[in-house]
Structures are given as C-alpha cells and as structure tokens.
C-alpha cells in the first residue's frame, strides 16, 4: 500500500484558507462537493488542524535575501549570497548522532565568502586565520567532501595563504584545532613517500582518527607508478600499483590506479570503509566500488545477484555512499538498455520500471532525465533513503525521495517554512533536488539541499531543508481504486499509539490537487464496494462518522496531499465525542471529490488504517 508523506502539512495551508464548515442537519456542506453525502453522525467541533509545529519541512538556512533563515550564523547580519544557482550551499555530510556539515558562500568578496557550518555554527570562514597553524596563515578554500562524527568533530581539506606546505586535512577536535594531514608529512607506511599538494577524501571516525585520499605523492621512495594512496589513521589501505582489490568480476589481479575525487566512505568505527576508483588495465571494465579491499561492482559486468544480464555500463556507476553503520550504497546503469538501479549492500531496492511504493501506480522512470536515481543515504539505525524521478504525469511532481523503500516523503513542488515560523505561508516550493545532496539521522531527521520556486514557478534561490519523518503507526488494510489520476490514493497515520500522548496525524497522499477531502472513523473495519456511488470502498465498519469541525473539513493541496492533526480526547462517533483510551481501537479513512473519464464528478476513497492505542 503506497503510504503517504509523514512530513507535509499542506491541508492545514488549504485549511486556514476554508471557511468553518456549515452543518445541514448530519450533512456537511461542501459547496456542493459533498451535497448529497449519506447522512453520518456528526459531533460538535473537534481540534482544528492549526500550525504545523515540528512537522513542517522547514529552511535551516536559505539564500532567499531578507528571510530569517538567509542570516549566516555568527556574521553579525551577513546574509548567504543571493542567487538562482546549486552552488550556494555544497553537500551536506552527516553523522546519524545529529551532527552534520556543509559549506556555503556568504554574500562577501570572494576572498572569504566560503564558510564551514557544522550543526547551524560557523566553524571557520575562507580568509580567516589558520588555527591549526597558530593563524600565521589564512584559511583558503574548502573542499565539498568534509566530515563529522559522533561527538561533532568535523575534519575538511583546504590550503592556506602560504606557500610552502600549505595543504592540509585540518581537523577540529573536542573544540581543539589541528590537522590530520599536512603537505610535506611521510606516507605511514614506513615506505618514505612524502603527501604533496592533493590530499582530498576526508573522513573522521568516532574516536577522532583520520582518513584522506592522496595524489602525486613526492619523494624518492615513489614514481609515477605508486604516487597515490588511501590512508585510515596509521594504516595505508590501498595504494597505487601495489595493492590489487580482492574479489575482481573480471577474474583478474589488476592494481588499483586511481581513487575517485570525494567517494572514500567509512562506518563510524572504521572497521568498513569503501572507495570508488579505477583499476590498472582495459578502461572498459577498470570502474570499481570496492568495500573493505574487495571488489562489490565493476564496470562491464552486471551487477552481482541482481538478476541482470547485462553488464555495468561504460563509467555507469554514477554514486556511492557509506553510512555510520558500514551499509554501503551504490547507483547507476546497465548497458544497451540503460537500465537504472540503486543498490544497499548489494541488493536491489530501486530500478526503472519498478515501483516507487508497494501497492502504488507510479513508477521510477529516466524518460525526462539522463540516469533515474540522484542520490542515497542511511542512518545508523537502517534506515535509508533513495531519490529519483518517477513517471507521474506532471514533470512539476515527478522528483520524489523515498525512506525504506516504502514511504514518499518528499516531493518536488512541495512547499516549504522559509522563515521558520511553523506555517507554509511564504509562497516557497522546492524546484529541485541537488544530486547527492542528502543526510539523514538516528532521529528520522532529513536534511536535503534544493533550489526553492514561487507559486509561479519561477526559481527564487537554494535552501538546506529539514524534515521530521514521524514514525508510522497503525496498520493500513483495504483495496484501494486507482483515481482520476491514475493513482492509488493513500492514507497513513504518524505520531504515536498511546493515547495519553494525544499525538496522531492522518495524511492523505495521492489526491487530485485541491481535491475536498473529508475524513472519517470508525470503531471497526468494514466493507462496501462502490459505497454511496464513490468508485472506491468503503473500509470502516458500523457507525461511520465525520471529522467535521472547525479546521477539520479540508482540500488538498497542489502536490494532492491532505493532513488531519487528531485530537484523541475528541474522537467523533455517534454518540458525540469520545476520548482514545489504551486498548482502543479506531479506524481512519479518508474520502475526497475527484471525477470519472468523462469529466463527471464522482468521489473515492483512500485505504483505511486501524489503530490499536496504548
């Protein structure tokens, strides 16, 4: 069953735009919506689905100029550059304790508009002194690939204004400088080879140690033939035409040539690690992911266990990631038919042509975008997300992310809190997701750097979003009829089964944008097909009623989602409002307007979903 989005409040935008709703004797009126709806039992007014609170997807920083969230934290009114780009702010990195990073320009000279953000504080600004030097030197520019662990260290590569030994993996540990690198320093590996001015790849394991890709390395102890390396700590994992990764699709030994710019990946313990790279040997087969030395894809075979005869297209392994827990992440395409997959741990959770949910209609598809799938990452706690574009006939909704192969959690043209005050009052929609541009923590916190939009379409500039993925409660149950869409509409239930936490949101997924949407309950499941001449079933059992208060008669909005905030000490039921209690059990299900092939109006109805609460 296709669950919806348990992080858009958009209906309680739609609702504050709705007129209380009039009562017609047991019928409410929807201005014709729902005119001759049956006559369920109505009760006094409920809870208002008032404010979003922590559900909203929100900016933590945006470069919309005059918005609370476009200030840049510690620089005393200075706003993040103004523009229409994806480089305003870089990649974000993360730890699933919470901690996270990035890189973002400031509305500065060039000399010092790069700042490093780690957790919303600015750590360090381009052109500032070097603390890891003592300041005798300036901060220069900052790679996109840095590093955070569990306690909030963060580690980054850059040079400074000098100009003898002056590239560094600079390191900021229980609030400390210093740096696990530098130009000039030995290989640790006893061979005498010297680190020169390309040290990339950071990574920072929890207990503070270091990890760097290193190129060109100097010295007589190297040549042309072994100058690079993958170092962990104390602990050379790999190096140029000496080490040969195990397990190679090919049947072959072929050294390691080369390691891929910002794609060396650990857990937190550093007990697994991964890199992509290049092999020695015939450039159709030398792209590799390996994981802990061994070769797990390889570039002219297909991917292992996947069922797939053809083979890895030429450069077609477009992205890989490692979460804290060592789960490993790959993406990219097959050959001939161009085939795009996404795999965790080398098994298959997304391809072209399957399902973007179980039990939905819309599908993965590259037919509007050169290569299907733009990003994945995980928690430490599995979960993990995947982003893609999908089959959904209008290009304006076709960008999704999806946590646990399960759940769409956001949309492209969803709409955003820009200036943090809880609402989706400012007109801000996201344009478009950055490749790659993903976190998420232990706490279902997910962070996603996106181009925002207006309401006419029109790009207004780049914000780090975040989303609170509530936790899913209850069960879903009852075939679902596919809409005016060509959709399965959807229903979830978010928050928490006790009772006492008074915490239940109803969100609606699928629906015809601005469908009027009506939500329902009951104290059973139940069965009638075509009920009231809808085109969908009726899956509550005796004594339906109506969540019909003030606030609670709602339309979806333009992504065709609806939410319902439940007050659970004021249930609707024929017998007026009544409060949840533990061993209850209630059923929800929503029925929205929407019409037939002809252009008729007609109703349906999303699944139901039972909740036993505690």
């Given amino acids: 069953m296709a669950l919806p989005r348990p992080t858009f409040f958009v209906a309680a935008l739609a609702a504050s735009m709705l007129p209380a709703a009039a009562f017609q004797d047991a ?10 709806a049956p006559p369920l039992m109505l009760t006094g007014p409920g809870t208002a ?19 609370p969230s476009a200030l840049v934290p510690g620089l005393g009114g200075v706003e993040f550059e103004p523009g229409v780009l994806t480089n305003h702010f870089d990649r ?19 000399a010092r508009d790069e700042c490093l953000i780690v957790s919303g504080q600015l750590v360090i600004q381009e052109g500032a002194p070097a603390p890891w030097i003592g300041g005798a030197e300036n901060c220069g520019t900052i790679d996109t690939r840095c590093a955070v662990n569990a306690s909030g260290d963060v580690a980054f590569a850059t040079n400074t204004s000098g100009t003898v030994d002056d590239d560094f993996v600079a390191t900021r540990i229980a609030g ?10 030995t290989l640790p590996d006893g061979s005498g080879a010297v680190l020169d001015d390309t040290i990339d790849s950071s990574v920072l394991l929890d207990d503070g140690s270091v990890g760097y890709a290193a190129d060109g390395l100097d010295g007589t102890a190297t040549t042309d033939v072994d100058d690079d390396a993958l170092v962990l700590g104390q602990q050379v994992l790999m190096r140029k035409g000496v080490t040969a990764p195990t397990g190679q699709l090919s049947g072959g030994s072929e050294f390691i040539e080369s390691f891929d710019l910002g794609d060396f990946w650990t857990s937190g313990s550093g007990l697994r690690w991964l890199v992509q790279g290049d092999l020695e040997g015939p450039t159709s087969s030398d792209d590799v992911v390996i994981v802990n030395g061994a070769v797990v894809l390889q570039e002219g075979y297909p991917v292992p266990n996947s069922g797939f005869t053809e083979p890895i297209d030429t450069t077609g392994i477009a992205g890989v990631a490692m979460d804290a827990a060592g789960h490993w992440f790959a993406r990219g395409d ?17 391809v072209t042509g399957s399902v973007v949910v179980p039990g939905g209609t819309e599908r993965w598809s590259d037919a509007l975008l050169d290569g299907c799938f733009f990003g994945h990452v995980g928690n430490a706690n599995g979960d993990y997300v995947v982003a893609g574009m999908t089959d959904h006939p209008d290009p304006a909704l076709d960008a999704v992310i999806v946590l646990n192969n399960g759940e769409v959690v956001a949309r492209e043209s969803d709409p955003i809190d820009l200036d943090g005050n809880g609402l989706l009052d400012d007109g801000a929609f996201i344009d478009a997701f950055g490749d790659d541009d993903l976190y998420l923590s232990d706490a279902r916190e997910l ?14 500039g780049q914000a780090l979003l975040r989303f609170e993925l509530r936790p899913t409660v209850g069960v879903a149950y009852c075939d679902v009829e596919p809409n005016s869409l060509g959709l399965q509409a959807s229903l979830g239930a978010y928050g928490s089964s006790f009772a006492a936490d008074n915490e239940l949101t109803l969100l609606a997924g699928n629906l015809p944008p601005t469908a009027n949407v009506l939500f329902m309950v009951s104290r059973t499941r139940g069965f009638i097909g075509q009920w009231w001449t809808s085109a969908g079933n009726l899956c509550l059992g005796a004594s339906v009623a109506r969540f019909a208060g003030p606030g609670e008669v709602l ?24 409060a949840a209690t533990a061993g209850d ?25 039972e909740v036993l609460f505690r």
């Fill in 447 to 460: 962070y996603v750097v996106a181009t925002l939009k207006d309401g006419l379409g029109q790009r207004i």
């Fill in 555 to 578: 339309s979806a909005g333009s992504a065709g989602d609806a939410c319902l905030h439940v007050d659970l000490n004021a249930i609707p039921s024929s017998s007026g409002a009544v």
């Fill in 49 to 67: 689905a008032a404010g979003l609170g922590s559900g909203a997807p929100a900016a933590v920083f945006s470069n919309v100029p005059g918005s």
């Fill in 27 to 36: 019928h409410v009126h929807f201005g014709g919506a729902f005119a001759d």
């Fill in 585 to 609: 059990t209630f059923t929800f299900q929503c029925w929205y307007r929407d019409h037939d092939g002809l252009g008729a109006t007609t109703t349906n109805l999303t699944n139901a979903v």
């Fill in 334 to 350: 097959n050959d001939q038919t161009n085939v795009d997959w996404v795999v965790r741990d080398g098994d298959l959770v997304a």
């Fill in 176 to 185: 400390v400088w210093g740096h696990g690198a530098r130009e000039g320093d």
């Fill in 92 to 110: 974000i990195y993360g730890h699933p304790s919470g901690h996270w990073v990035l890189t973002a320009l400031a509305d500065l000279p060039s």
